[in-house]
């Protein structure tokens, strides 16, 4: 089975964006065992667009498209699909009530450009958009398949998820899968080096993808059925877990923060934070993940030296003779924020994230991060690569991966290991 | 004069990368107004680059490849073009001497696989890579031209820089330039409802891009010199600015967190920030500005109701009331914040980003932004739609649009308008 995608938008030719909702969907035909063939990218005109999809259709079975679907002059993919398939545009009036009352229900005036939305070939059937207005479409061509979806990467994602998965899974006769181990706290040449014979492996296959402090082990299997592609990455799954321990902290689409969450709700602890440099990007993850208040109870901005001694304690003899950026003052920001909220466990962060305020012996990328808990404060000296964003990130993820393995230790200590 | 990308590579289909090289190329396309129509992406094999070369030159004067030209086996654009063009390959034995000096040099071993990157078509010309290894390629094809570019990003980019910029410098007769107005405050519809006759214009064009809680107006003209592009621009940008006033907050590629920031600095004002469902994501966009120590004191992330009353002093009297999703709430966290810190202004955001904790009073995205400072305290009530994250970006870009609208009020009480 072949799929072709058609992403569609000026901004793209324009080199104003990268496609990274294309990167997505061709990692969901991957994992759907479906080749993804070509995809060419057009300019927002109906000929373009239209053209594209009529040598997509001429290849494969079946054609994605993306973006266009908006309600202004430059959104024609409705006209496009409707040009290539040689089908008409009529205004369903189901998604027309759909767009009045979702406007309606957000307090804001309808405007007849908005009803462009509704226009759909008669052969088309919406796919529902749960984020955004605009619908998909999903038009069957004879046997072969046109999907239409959203460009806003937001409304795209979650019309993958709602929609796109369900119909590729359908559609695919080889069952395939991944499973994705994700690690952080080892360098990626040492997870290359640890798993060299693995990754010479054909099926399943062993890649890793690395990201900011975080490496990505994705091992993935075809067969003809899911039996079989569970057998063949179960026994390399193991063997990676043997060779990488605890540095693996999640397999597929846990992220960092949201397994300290439920590590500390497991545990009913509960973190706060005093953030520096990282001016509350560490307290943002946490409270990314859905329920994080049960563990987490909230912390201090102390961006700023006089917010670090009176909202956590930080003494202003120390601030004055060592630095804000200092071991000592970290250490004292975590133990003020336990002081402070009666958490089981406080982050400190103080550094120098740049692209200014760099010394000699201070330089950009230079940040402590401490934590404090019932064992006591440990403060780690840290000196990221990166930019501005990049550091701030970095200093985060080192944190997280802190507090995990503290309140994994605390488990192994309490209870007999589970093997 | 028009323009093709072949992106080749299987990383690229299979989602693996973004095609980040592309959207550079496309960038340098644009700034020497050369209509870069259309871009394929195709797969590591002869008949599909051939393919797509020979449909691109039917199209465009000029042909761009990306990738492929490493030593390996599935490296094959070399031989795709030749197939294309209707040429043989043959082994340039400059190219060759070169290869083997660049390997003695860094004391590598000479391979025989490494001889591939020697080949290239009878009419082709090197293009030497001063980074890598694999040399680009220059084809001149009847009065068209194919370009051969390396895949690995650094190799690419020395390459557009140190050859490619020159090649379309002298090939484009166009000079051509793009500013972007970027708008918050102001719906897409209304924008585009107020612009619709600019939108009609060809040269240049008008073109609205949406983006979260904010839309990009993007004016692009084209015309023989640099001199006549601003010519073209500037009329209907005044125009633009004109019917949006204020909504505009910045023009290129200037943040909402970095005017806000640029704003306060000017005034030698400060902020500071109380985030409840927010979770420290205002902190963290205002501290992502370099030199936002200057105007950023920092904040208080009081996630759990007893932060809230400890930290900004919410009366638990009201907390009980009203709830913590409450505009007297809100009002109270960021009274708090600046009786606590000291800042002239600051904000409170408290509201439910979901996905649970949704009652039929206070829905999953109703979220209270108070705004407090010298005049006073300003509490907006916003019921955004969206996933988690995306209420929650959505409320921060309120707060700091509040902020921003705010300042500039402030700023034409302080000083007569500049008109």
Redesign the interface.
């Known amino acids: 089975m072949r799929a072709e995608i058609i992403s569609i938008g000026?901004?793209?030719?324009?080199?104003?964006?990268?496609?990274?909702n294309?990167?997505?969907?061709?990692?969901?035909?991957?994992k759907h065992g479906i080749d993804?063939?070509?995809?060419?990218?057009?300019?927002d005109n109906t000929a373009?667009i239209s053209a594209?999809i009529t040598e997509a259709l001429g290849r494969s079975e079946i054609v994605f498209t993306i973006g266009g679907l908006?309600?202004?002059?430059?959104d024609v993919t409705r006209e496009g699909i409707a040009s290539a398939i040689g089908d008409t545009l009529i205004e369903d009036t189901d998604i027309a009530d759909a767009l009045r009352e979702k406007h309606a229900r957000?307090?804001?005036a309808w405007?007849e450009?908005?009803a462009r939305m509704a226009l759909r070939p008669t052969s088309a059937v919406p796919i529902p958009n749960e984020?955004?207005t605009a619908p998909g479409l999903r038009i069957e061509v004879g046997d072969k398949l046109v999907v239409a979806l959203p460009g806003?990467p937001?409304e795209f994602a979650?019309m993958l998820e709602s929609s796109v998965a369900a119909t590729l899974a359908a559609r695919s006769t080889q069952s395939s899968r991944s499973r994705t181990l994700r690690i952080v706290g080892i360098p990626e040449s040492v997870i290359e080096r640890r798993l060299e014979d693995l990754m010479q492996s054909v099926n399943p296959s062993v890649?890793p993808?690395v990201k900011p402090m975080e490496v990505h082990v994705r091992i993935l299997a075809h067969a003809s059925s899911a039996n079989e592609t569970n057998e063949l990455i179960a026994p390399v799954e193991l063997a990676i877990r043997e060779r990488l321990g605890i540095a693996i902290f999640s397999a597929d689409d846990e992220s960092l923060e949201s397994v300290v969450i439920s590590l500390l709700k497991r545990k009913s602890q509960t973190v706060a934070?005093a953030?520096s440099?990282?001016?509350?990007?560490?307290?943002?993850r946490?409270?990314?993940v859905?329920?994080?208040?049960d563990a987490?109870?909230?912390?201090?901005?102390?961006?700023?030296n006089?917010?670090k001694a009176?909202?956590v304690s930080v003494a202003r003899y120390d601030l004055a003779k060592y630095g804000a950026v200092s071991e000592e003052v970290a250490r004292q920001m975590a133990e003020g924020a336990i002081r402070?909220?009666?958490a089981d466990f406080a982050i400190g962060i103080t550094g120098i994230a740049?692209?200014?305020g760099g010394t000699e012996s201070k330089p950009v990328g230079l940040v402590y991060i401490s934590l404090a808990g019932p064992r006591g404060v440990e403060v780690s000296k840290q000196i990221f690569a990166g930019d501005?964003?990049l550091i701030?990130f970095r200093a985060t993820q080192v944190a997280l991966d802190m507090l995990r393995r503290e309140l994994l230790l605390n488990e192994s200590d309490a209870r007999p290991a589970e093997s």
């Open positions: 000026k901004e793209l030719l324009l080199g104003e964006i990268v496609d990274s294309a990167r997505q969907l061709g990692e969901l035909l991957a993804h063939a070509r995809r060419a990218t057009v300019d373009d594209a908006g309600p202004t002059y430059d957000r307090g804001r405007n450009v908005l984020v955004g806003p937001s979650a890649a993808y934070t953030e440099c990282t001016g509350g990007m560490l307290g943002q946490l409270t990314s859905p329920g994080a208040s987490y109870l909230g912390g201090y901005i102390t961006y700023s006089e917010l009176r909202e402070h909220t009666g740049g692209p200014d501005r964003e701030r």
